[in-house]
């Protein structure tokens, strides 16, 4: 068997092959991207999309957010679940932003050295390793893997990281065996094997495109 990082890039190669460059929808701005993400906790793409929306269209800008009567924000992201638990935490995260740099952007973290950018955002309530990796990747470019739910099955079912890894772990260790230049594109295409075929309770192996790379010892007939 291949050294970690060539089965990991061996892998992605073929995932690529398989699905092809996978693009995930225009990039956020970095607050948009974090408050979508705090959104998407606990839930799935629909219903945060629409909690978000029903937000933007509630309160034209994050500083009305930020401002608001804490009910009304929890009223606007109701389809996203959770939403009395969510609803303060934007507004909390929102105001420490504001307090630390005087104003809603997060551009600045682009000129940070990756772990100074994902510690500053990690420093603030419900924003944890996850949340950060995907407002570095996805809105400023930067070379963070998150790791979700799917990311987190599959690569321990193929044997990209040891199975007993906790998910904070396995951020900075999938970091460590893919290179950079390919978070963004493997991250996506691992999301898309967990959703379409590697699946949590039934994994469709004899359909998957990584079966002769995957050390899953269940397999499917």
Same mark, same amino acid.
């Given at each position: 068997?291949?050294?970690?990082?060539?089965?990991?890039?061996?892998?992605?190669?073929?995932?690529?092959t398989?699905?092809?460059?996978?693009i995930?929808?225009?990039?956020?701005?970095?607050?948009?991207?974090? *408050?979508?993400?705090?959104?998407?906790?606990?839930?799935?793409?629909?219903?945060?999309?629409?909690?978000? #929306?029903?937000l933007?269209?509630?309160?034209?800008?994050?500083?009305? *957010?930020?401002?608001?009567?804490? #009910?009304?924000?929890?009223?606007?992201?109701?389809?996203?679940?959770?939403?009395?638990?969510?609803?303060?935490?934007?507004?909390?995260?929102?105001?420490?932003?504001?307090?630390?740099?005087?104003?809603?952007?997060?551009?600045?973290?682009?000129?940070?050295?990756? #772990?100074?950018?994902?510690?500053?955002?990690?420093?603030?309530?419900?924003?944890?390793?996850?949340?950060?990796?995907?407002?570095?990747?996805?809105?400023?470019?930067?070379?963070?893997?998150?790791?979700?739910?799917?990311?987190?099955? *599959?690569?321990?079912?193929?044997?990209?990281?040891?199975?007993?890894?906790? *998910?904070?772990?396995?951020?900075?260790?999938?970091?460590?065996?893919?290179?950079? #230049?390919?978070?963004?594109?493997?991250?996506?295409?691992?999301?898309?094997?967990?959703?379409?075929?590697?699946?949590?309770?039934?994994?469709?192996?004899?359909?998957?495109?990584?079966i002769?790379?995957?050390?899953?010892?269940?397999?499917?007939?």
């Amino acid at each position: 068997m291949k050294n970690p990082k060539e089965r990991a890039l061996l892998i992605h190669q073929t995932l690529l092959t398989a699905f092809g460059e996978p693009i995930w929808r225009n990039p956020l701005p970095a607050v948009d991207e974090l *408050v979508s993400t705090i959104l998407s906790q606990n839930t799935n793409d629909i219903n945060r999309d629409r909690a978000f #929306e029903a937000l933007r269209a509630k309160f034209p800008t994050w500083e009305s *957010v930020r401002d608001a009567k804490t #009910e009304d924000v929890i009223a606007a992201i109701k389809t996203a679940g959770l939403a009395n638990q969510k609803g303060p935490r934007i507004q909390q995260v929102l105001r420490a932003i504001t307090e630390e740099r005087g104003s809603l952007n997060l551009d600045f973290l682009a000129g940070l050295p990756i #772990e100074e950018a994902r510690s500053w955002l990690t420093k603030f309530n419900g924003v944890g390793p996850k949340t950060a990796a995907i407002v570095l990747c996805f809105s400023l470019g930067m070379p963070a893997f998150p790791v979700d739910t799917h990311v987190y099955r *599959v690569t321990g079912r193929i044997g990209l990281r040891p199975e007993k890894m906790t *998910v904070e772990q396995a951020h900075p260790h999938l970091e460590s065996v893919f290179p950079p #230049e390919t978070y963004y594109a493997a991250h996506l295409n691992i999301i898309r094997l967990g959703r379409e075929v590697c699946h949590a309770r039934k994994p469709n192996c004899p359909q998957c495109p990584v079966i002769k790379l995957c050390g899953y010892k269940e397999k499917t007939k």
